[in-house]
């Protein structure tokens, strides 16, 4: 069965969860498919924002809304235990109702500094958290030894008043190694910010023909008549993740930059501005030519349409708009009304 072509919004679990759960609303009521919940880190309190658990926001979302779907777009595979990450899951799906939760396992290697708990090892965590989510998940008795991760779960009593759904479980993966593995063990596999079209390609090869749902975190932002306006939110984003990208991820971001075309000289300078001065400092340091680099989903609704149509022809399954910049749910009501209806059957 061929995996349907989804549009949905990533959001970052860094602000005021009031203005989080208005913007899970607005994107119900626009049509949109998905809302993910990409967890901060405390990192971005240099930056006037808190972090926050994005297994409580998706439980809070779940409530306050009756068909998006929520999918966590993710929590640290070797953060929290996979028994523990099962037991946030059953919340989310009880809270939310059938068929509206998907759980997202990534490395997260900002959080690992900020837990001082960073490690080489990669792929084993995430095979095991995997494997034992979806085998405590499963409601059957399950025993199982890992590298990293272990478990020994009993059955769930029949009589148990609990979900039984296994949710779909998406792996992010930047480099090659990890995305072979989201094709052997996942559901579905998450590309990082900052990816574009050839980044889409790379990943499809990485995949081998796998079958599988491609979500892309892609920066954006609209504006219903003014490109240069609707580019103004993706310049601001793009400039946060830059800077990200060189004082935090560093090795791990070289291929994703590399075909974008982007040098780390010309990102530097926005790094230094984030650390000096803030986002909006680093989004003055955003030249058109770095943001066409990124090549965001943004500009009017004509711009954005040619733009999703690329990342789809590219072999992208899951559009995932990391939505920034003002009047957001203006933003969400424009996406939906005047960018939707192109790619509904």
Not at 142 to 151: L, M, R, V
Request: charged letters at 25%; hydrophobic letters at 40%; proline letters at 5%.
């Amino acid at each position: 069965m061929a995996v349907p072509f989804r549009i949905g919004v990533m959001q970052l679990t860094m602000e005021p969860l009031d203005e989080m759960i208005a913007s899970a609303q607005a994107m119900e009521e626009a049509g949109m498919d998905t809302i993910w919940l990409a967890e901060a880190y405390p990192w971005w309190r240099k930056h006037q924002m808190e972090a926050r658990s994005s297994t409580g926001v998706a439980a809070l979302m779940g409530r306050a809304t009756r068909r998006l779907t929520i999918g966590w777009g993710i929590i640290a595979a070797s953060t929290r235990h996979p028994v523990q990450a099962a037991m946030d899951a059953r919340v989310v799906q009880e809270a939310a109702g059938p068929g509206r939760f998907i759980l997202g396992f990534g490395t997260s290697k900002i959080f690992l500094n900020n837990t001082k708990t960073q490690t080489k090892k990669t792929l084993g965590p995430m095979r095991d958290a995997v494997t034992i989510a979806r085998g405590v998940l499963s409601g059957e008795r399950f025993d199982y030894d890992g590298d990293t991760w272990s478990a020994d779960v009993p059955a769930m009593s029949a009589e148990a008043h609990a979900p039984r759904e296994v949710p779909p479980v998406y792996v992010a993966a930047t480099a090659p190694k990890m995305q072979a593995l989201a094709a052997e063990i996942g559901d579905g596999c998450l590309t990082p910010s900052i990816t574009t079209p050839p980044f889409v390609r790379y990943t499809r090869e990485n995949l081998g023909g796998a079958d599988i749902d491609l979500g892309c975190t892609i920066v954006a932002s609209i504006h219903e008549s003014d490109r240069d306006a609707g580019r103004d939110g993706a310049r601001e984003i793009a400039g946060m993740y830059l800077a990200n990208k060189v004082q935090n991820i560093q090795g791990s971001a070289d291929t994703l930059l590399d075909l974008a075309g982007i040098e780390q000289d010309e990102i530097r300078p926005v790094a230094e501005a984030m650390e000096q001065g803030g986002r909006l400092a680093a989004k003055a340091k955003v030249s058109d030519a770095l943001l066409d680099k990124c090549r965001p989903i943004a500009g009017t609704p004509s711009d954005c349409i040619e733009a999703i149509e690329e990342y789809r022809d590219a072999g992208c399954t899951h559009i995932m708009l990391e939505l920034w910049g003002a009047n957001r749910l203006e933003q969400i009501r424009l996406f939906g009304e005047k960018v939707l209806p192109q790619f509904r059957g």
